[in-house]
Structures are given as C-alpha cells and as structure tokens.
C-alpha cells in the first residue's frame, strides 16, 4: 500500500470539514486532526488553489469550495443509490424511501 501523508491529511481536512457542517477556522482544523498549523495551512493553500476550500476573510473559517460539488454531481449521475458506500449521501437524498444514513 503506498503512503502518501499530504494525500490522506488533506482528505481529512475535507472530511472533517463536511462532518462538522460548518467552516472552521485553520487552528480548529489543525487541533481537530493533531496536525502541525504549519501542515494545515500548506494543505489548506493548495486545496484553496484547486477550489476544493474556500476561505472566508470576514471570520478566518475555511469551508467546502465548488470543486466538491462538481465532483458530488459527478458522483450522482455515475453511480445508483446501491451503488454508494455506508455513509455517503445516495443519488436522491430527498428519496425517503432510499436506506440513507
């Protein structure tokens, strides 16, 4: 298996920030996954880069950024409910007959 530690921490960041449900601020991220600040804001520079975060200057939070919905769209039209691990969001989440989390 390769490990590839820039990969895997900047997913976190994603997720954690798709957990929380709300934007975060760079040292909240940083505490939140036991990362060194200096990790979090390189990652959180490049991420900015490819619009996977945005940064909110008013309060210093980052959040999700349109990267992620292009490619959860994506996701969607390529994929059917069943086809969707535990725990992520199916095709129609408004579909409440579907076995969503």
Known sequence: MTNVPALRNGLAI????????RPMSAAALANELGLP???TDHLLAEMRTAKAIEHHKTDQKWALGPLLALLGEAYRRTHTPTDAP????????????SSAP
């Not at 994603?14 to 449900?21: D, F, S, V």
């Not at 969001?89 to 007959?97: E, F, G, H, Q």
Request: proline share 9%; glycine share 4%.
């Open 14 to 21: 994603l997720r954690t920030l798709a957990e929380k449900q």
């Open 37 to 39: 600040r200096s990790t």
């Open 86 to 97: 535990a725990g992520v969001v199916p095709a129609d989440p408004c579909n409440t007959r």
